[in-house]
């Protein structure tokens, strides 16, 4: 089991920068599979990027490519997003997530772990 916790939010300007980090508990962390999802007010949690457990292969969100990205150190036992280039739009708030499997999905039912959150708010 693993234990995740989000940290790096807080209010933004559109058009600037912020980054997230997750801390995670355990020996474990390099075998899981990370994810940050995100959600609004009134709308479903969604997808927002991914990265293997090695770290080699992510994927993102369309809305978020070319302006966030995930990374991790394992050593750390951390994921993080760098978000630039922020809109009002991503005002939401953003969740790491861990899954067991090798294979990033899109899906938040298919992660695992879920940390409580971190708010992210982009004003105009």
């Known amino acids: 089991q693993v234990q995740l916790v989000e940290s790096g939010g807080g209010l933004v300007q559109a058009g600037g920068s912020l980054r997230l980090s997750c801390a995670a508990s355990g020996r474990t962390f390099s075998t899981y599979t990370m994810g940050w999802f995100r959600q609004a007010p009134g709308e479903e949690r969604k997808f927002v990027a991914a990265?293997?457990?090695?770290?080699?292969?992510?994927h993102y969100a369309d809305s978020v490519k070319g302006r966030f990205t995930i990374s991790r150190d394992n050593a750390k036992n951390t994921v993080y997003l760098q978000m630039n280039s922020l809109k009002p739009e991503d005002t939401a708030v953003y969740y790491c997530?861990?899954?067991?499997?090798?294979?990033?999905?899109?899906?938040?039912?298919?992660?695992?772990?879920w940390g409580r959150g971190t708010q992210v708010t982009v004003s105009s």
């Open positions: 990265i293997s457990r090695s770290g080699n292969i992510t």
């Open positions: 997530a861990a899954r067991i499997s090798t294979v990033i999905v899109l899906t938040p039912r298919a992660y695992d772990y």
